[in-house]
């Protein structure tokens, strides 16, 4: 019996894509505005801002606790306040799992598309000025 031929291994670019690192960047924006209320970068360097406070209602005349600052949810807010931090970003996520999955999804299409659309000229950029100025480490 002949011996089985082996599939050749397919090798990784180890270029750096920008237009990948974009789309990452839009999936990232996409799950932390509506689970965390902000931006990638906000919910990393936020200021914790969570809080609970009491508030006075002159009509009924009670007092009542409420937090503050549940807006938008940052590291420092889950460091600070887990319990209501995930309490919130869980209500969050029901309240927009499915404006994120439909985001999500045209992105990755609108994505799919234009890079087979732009094919030649992102080709082309990547051939004439990006390996030319910073060789083959990033390409676009």
């Not at 994120?100 to 994505?111: D, E, L």
């Amino acid at each position: 019996m002949a011996p089985r031929r082996r599939k050749t291994k397919r090798r990784r670019s180890r270029a750096f894509s920008i237009l990948n690192a974009l789309e990452a960047y839009t999936y990232a924006n996409i799950m932390t505005s509506g689970v965390f209320g902000t931006s990638p970068w906000g919910f990393l360097s936020g200021a914790g801002d969570l809080q609970q406070q009491s508030v006075y209602d002159a009509g009924l005349g009670a007092t009542s606790l409420s937090w503050s600052g549940a807006g938008e949810i940052s590291l420092a807010d889950l460091m600070k306040e887990p319990g209501q931090a995930l309490s919130t970003t869980a209500a969050n996520f029901r309240s927009n799992m499915f404006g994120m999955a439909v985001k999500a999804a045209t992105v990755g299409i609108g994505f799919r598309i234009g890079k087979a659309l732009l094919r030649r000229p992102i080709a082309s950029v990547n051939r004439n000025i990006m390996k030319p100025l910073v060789g083959a480490a990033f390409k676009v």
